[in-house]
């Protein structure tokens, strides 16, 4: 992808359902062109804020900017071109095929007198090949695996060319196999486009193998950011997710392997002998 790579930033946002705040005074700079996963425990306001980047929920204080300019301030469809979302298990009309919905991402391209053109028709197809979906594209979406569903969504959002890319949990739901999939496919979409990509992910191993930069949240707040070298400790993981653990580094990936430790798990009780591998 050759076009323009936006910058995508929040400011002394704060984020609030009819009386609750969710999100408070949060700064937050995406880092342009490269993958930031976001972590926290459940209800710390990930995916409220993610909903924020993408000028889908307005902000009660502060604001989000894109390449400096107020998002919420910007027409819809010149937000739709730079920034697109995957929300959280997306529901999909019945009987749509594949080619149906990754036609639909096309959407912010079209106007009264711009139609369906032959670049719509070139976008859509290379979505397809980019996601493994072409020979599925004829397939009504409601009949694919989880993992398959999960590809034409993600296909959806390729085709419709936005530079940044917002994924809400896109693992969720998926077995091990269609996790590794879908994240090796997100990985390719920052490594062949320059794709700035956010993400929400909900296992920290995965966050810390596949984030360039990792911002880990707590009740609204973000306690640290950074490499995931550098954010992960016993300190951080303790305070943002309330668990106990030994890092160590993982032999595959060469990032920080987090291994959660159990109250049955920190020594043999007494009187149990020990099992050993043979």
Not at 83 to 89: A, E, F, N, Y
């Amino acid at each position: 992808m050759t076009r323009h790579q936006p910058h995508l930033r929040a400011e002394q946002l704060r984020l609030a359902y009819p009386g609750r705040i969710v999100v408070d005074e949060l700064d937050l700079d995406l880092p342009t062109g490269r993958i930031t996963v976001i972590v926290g425990a459940n209800a710390c306001g990930k995916s409220t804020l993610l909903h924020a980047l993408a000028r889908l929920m307005p902000p009660a204080a502060g604001c989000v900017r894109l390449d400096g300019q107020a998002i919420h301030s910007l027409p819809t469809r010149q937000v739709a071109r730079q920034v697109g979302i995957l929300p959280q298990s997306p529901v999909t009309p019945a009987g749509l095929t594949v080619v149906d919905l990754v036609s639909r991402g096309r959407s912010p391209h079209q106007t009264w007198w711009r139609q369906w053109s032959t670049a719509d028709e070139a976008a859509v197809t290379a979505a397809l090949a980019a996601t493994d979906m072409t020979a599925l594209a004829n397939r009504p979406v409601d009949e694919l695996s989880g993992g398959q569903r999960q590809r034409a969504w993600i296909a959806m959002a390729v085709a419709q060319e936005t530079p940044v890319l917002l994924l809400d949990e896109p693992t969720t739901f998926l077995d091990l196999s269609h996790q590794i999939d879908v994240l090796d496919l997100v990985v390719d979409l920052n490594r062949r486009d320059g794709r700035t990509i956010v993400m929400v992910l909900h296992d920290l191993n995965q966050a810390c193998r596949y984030a360039d930069h990792l911002v880990a949240m707590k009740a609204g707040r973000i306690v640290t950011q950074g490499d995931p070298a550098t954010v992960i400790t016993p300190e951080v993981v303790s305070d943002v997710f309330d668990v106990d653990c030994q890092i160590t580094v993982d032999p595959v990936s060469g990032t920080p392997l987090i291994i959660p430790i159990g109250r049955h798990h920190l020594a043999p009780l007494d009187g149990v002998r020990a099992i050993t591998m043979e």
